[in-house]
């Protein structure tokens, strides 16, 4: 009777080993921390939300360096009692710097891209887009695998697109400013004028440089489609019924066209060389003027002054 009450609980340890055994491996489907999926997505977010609290120098959105802060803000952020080994960590690191350092579009680029977009279309401030990086990561990461090092990187692809719309429109107003600048000037007749012209000729190849560097992410594959985004932005920054508004509208959309044209693999276009297929650009009526002082004799005079 004790024989087979032995074999009994013998079978019982058995069976309990190899389910927690199971459980384990099916934990660690979802990336190198033994947890479940859900408590994979909680700790991330903890470990994301450490990281932005701590370091105002440095990002784990940096390309290197933030090994530290990684490790510091995943031991705080575990479950009491829990404990990671470094070296887990450390392949934590490893796992988002090869992603830097090849980057690639991410299988979440649509949902993210979408998101992004209709915050844009309600106006929303950048600083409230970035605040919601938490609901974006707990969407993407509810629709897709995500790998441990994943959850990080999906932060950062999120709050890196919400960063180059900001950029975009800031080139954006910038530009609109320096036209205005330039169209008063003209108007008052000041002897500001072919300094204003210099300018807005500046602030113009600011935004051809943008597009130049967005679309050679694009076709290396680092990121997805973001231009249709980009110029969401600057409509949204530039929305008022004026002549300068329109043209800087109609103005980027040219930019990108001539780019896709002109863009060829293993090389780098220059911002010259878009700018001689501007024909249409209604940016280039406004820098020119109606006025005989042309751009290139301002450029001329300003180099011989340079030289003097």
């Avoid at 927690?20 to 994301?48: A, C, H, K, N």
């Avoid at 120098?57 to 090994?67: A, L, R």
């Avoid at 999906?154 to 429109?169: F, L, P, Q, R, V």
């Avoid at 910038?174 to 204003?196: D, N, P, Q, T, W």
Wanted: charged share 25%; net charge neutral.
């Amino acid at each position: 009777m004790l024989r087979g009450s032995s074999m009994v609980s013998a079978c019982r340890i058995f069976a309990s080993v190899l389910l927690m055994q199971l459980m384990v491996s099916l934990s660690l489907q979802y990336g190198r921390f033994p947890v479940s999926r859900q408590e994979m997505t909680d700790l991330m977010v903890r470990v994301i939300t450490c990281s932005i609290n701590r370091s105002a120098t440095v990002s784990i959105c940096s390309p290197y360096d933030f090994g530290d802060l990684l490790s510091d803000c995943v031991q705080s952020s575990v479950e009491l009692g829990q404990d990671i080994d470094r070296s887990e960590v450390d392949k934590l690191y490893e796992g988002l710097i090869r992603l830097r350092v090849r980057p690639k579009t991410p299988p979440y680029h649509s949902e993210v891209f979408t998101a992004i977009s209709d915050l844009v279309a309600n106006h929303t401030s950048f600083d409230d887009m970035t605040s919601r990086w938490e609901a974006q990561l707990r969407s993407v990461s509810s629709k897709h695998y995500l790998p441990d090092h994943e959850y990080i990187q999906a932060y950062c692809y999120y709050t890196g697109m919400i960063e180059s719309c900001h950029k975009e429109t800031k080139i954006a107003r910038v530009l609109f400013e320096g036209m205005e600048s330039l169209v008063h000037a003209r108007k008052v007749g000041s002897e500001l004028v072919a300094a204003a012209m210099l300018s807005a000729e500046a602030d113009r190849d600011s935004l051809i440089q943008s597009f130049i560097e967005a679309y050679k992410h694009i076709r290396e594959g680092a990121t997805g489609n973001i231009i249709p985004l980009l110029l969401r932005s600057i409509k949204s920054e530039l929305s008022g019924n004026d002549e300068i508004s329109h043209a800087i509208n109609r103005s980027a959309l040219i930019v990108y066209e001539c780019v896709k044209i002109l863009y060829r693999d293993g090389s780098d276009l220059e911002i010259e060389e878009v700018k001689k297929h501007l024909k249409l650009d209604p940016l280039e009526k406004i820098i020119k003027g109606p006025s005989s002082l042309s751009l290139a004799k301002v450029k001329a005079d300003t180099l011989v002054l340079a030289k003097r």
